[in-house]
């Protein structure tokens, strides 16, 4: 169905029969990393954006399910109305679900990352919120990744529904646990995400410039899943979760295109932490001891 190296063609919804997603292993033999089954969804990367597939998906069983194609979805999507905002926005959860839950999975059997200790801040402080900033912030969002197709009138637009927050090395942005208020977008600095563990926290990520923070939280409407602490000086745009599901929900250009920025998020995300279960998965089955687990992501985003 899906081989190594071949480019990302679309998404594949089981609905009857198995397959088994495995990847290329020293010796020019296989490694199964999973087995999927009636009802499981993969290459959904490719409704989002080009990418390559690093797995093989083989029939282990007769098949039936649906191909939808990227093409048509990202016209399908790309139409103005509920129907399309609803498609888009599924599409958003079941990436962060699926993050959720490798994430968690990479916690469970990865014993090589100790557990991460947030610097403090070098002295008390107080959060610096301004609608500009202190330097010229609005001249540099569209340097940053998350506005890479947006044009000039709707960053502007996501720009004014915010104000800056400025933060000092070691202050956290929130905690697990911590009502989900706002997203960050980050502008300057980095952030680290830890997930909370019996055996201390576990970082997931260190995110840089235009990257953004806290989103999953704000659009279940819920409390945010782990601990988001500033790793060097970091200056945010910080939009309210309410104005941000107006953004996120509306019907206009910059509503598609800010669904379309937190998949593209996701998808990073995804990607690596796919490659770290992978390689987790290929060292343990060369030592003999076989990584059992739901089922990875099957691409990976192309590189720019």
């Given at each position: 169905?899906?081989?190594?190296?071949?480019?990302?063609?679309?998404?594949?919804?089981?609905?009857?029969?198995?397959?088994?997603?495995?990847?290329?292993?020293?010796?020019?033999?296989?490694?199964?990393?999973?087995?999927?089954?009636?009802?499981?969804?993969?290459?959904?990367?490719?409704?989002?954006?080009?990418?390559?597939?690093?797995?093989?998906?083989?029939?282990?069983?007769?098949?039936?399910?649906?191909?939808?194609?990227?093409?048509?979805?990202?016209?399908?999507?790309?139409?103005?109305?509920?129907?399309?905002?609803?498609?888009?926005?599924?599409?958003?959860?079941?990436?962060?679900?699926?993050?959720?839950?490798?994430?968690?999975?990479?916690?469970?059997?990865?014993?090589?990352?100790?557990?991460?200790?947030?610097?403090?801040?070098?002295?008390?402080?107080?959060?610096?919120?301004?609608?500009?900033?202190?330097?010229?912030?609005?001249?540099?969002?569209?340097?940053?990744?998350?506005?890479?197709?947006?044009?000039?009138?709707?960053?502007?637009?996501?720009?004014?529904?915010?104000?800056?927050?400025?933060?000092?090395?070691?202050a956290p942005l929130y905690?697990?646990?911590?009502?989900?208020?706002?997203?960050?977008?980050?502008?300057?600095?980095?952030?680290?995400?830890?997930?909370?563990?019996?055996?201390?926290?576990?970082?997931?990520?260190?995110?840089?410039?235009?990257?953004?923070?806290?989103?999953?939280?704000?659009?279940?409407?819920?409390?945010?899943?782990?601990?988001?602490?500033?790793?060097?000086?970091?200056?945010?745009?910080?939009?309210?979760?309410?104005?941000?599901?107006?953004?996120?929900?509306?019907?206009?250009g910059v509503s598609v295109?800010?669904?379309?920025?937190?998949?593209?998020?996701?998808?990073?995300?995804?990607?690596?932490?796919?490659?770290?279960?992978?390689?987790?998965?290929?060292?343990?089955?060369?030592?003999?001891?076989?990584?059992?687990?739901?089922?990875?992501?099957?691409e990976t985003a192309q590189?720019?």
């Amino acid at each position: 169905m899906v081989r190594h190296g071949d480019p990302a063609r679309g998404a594949f919804l089981l609905r009857e029969g198995h397959a088994e997603v495995s990847v290329p292993a020293p010796g020019g033999n296989s490694i199964v990393l999973a087995r999927l089954g009636p009802g499981d969804l993969f290459g959904e990367m490719a409704l989002v954006d080009q990418g390559t597939c690093i797995a093989n998906v083989t029939a282990a069983a007769p098949l039936d399910g649906w191909f939808v194609e990227r093409e048509a979805f990202r016209g399908a999507v790309s139409r103005r109305g509920l129907a399309a905002r609803d498609l888009q926005h599924a599409l958003t959860m079941h990436l962060a679900e699926r993050l959720r839950a490798m994430n968690a999975r990479l916690a469970a059997v990865d014993r090589e990352d100790a557990p991460t200790h947030p610097p403090a801040p070098d002295a008390p402080f107080e959060p610096v919120r301004s609608r500009k900033g202190s330097f010229d912030a609005a001249r540099f969002l569209a340097k940053l990744p998350f506005f890479d197709r947006f044009p000039a009138d709707e960053i502007d637009e996501v720009f004014a529904t915010g104000r800056m927050l400025e933060l000092p090395r070691g202050a956290p942005l929130y905690r697990a646990g911590d009502p989900a208020t706002a997203v960050y977008l980050v502008v300057r600095g980095a952030v680290e995400i830890a997930r909370p563990s019996a055996a201390g926290d576990r970082r997931l990520a260190i995110l840089g410039p235009g990257q953004p923070v806290g989103f999953v939280g704000a659009l279940a409407g819920g409390t945010h899943g782990a601990h988001a602490t500033v790793r060097e000086a970091a200056a945010f745009l910080e939009i309210g979760a309410e104005d941000f599901r107006t953004l996120y929900f509306g019907d206009g250009g910059v509503s598609v295109r800010v669904r379309a920025a937190t998949q593209r998020h996701l998808l990073e995300s995804l990607a690596r932490t796919n490659r770290a279960l992978a390689r987790l998965a290929t060292h343990s089955r060369l030592a003999g001891a076989p990584l059992a687990g739901p089922a990875l992501w099957v691409e990976t985003a192309q590189s720019r």
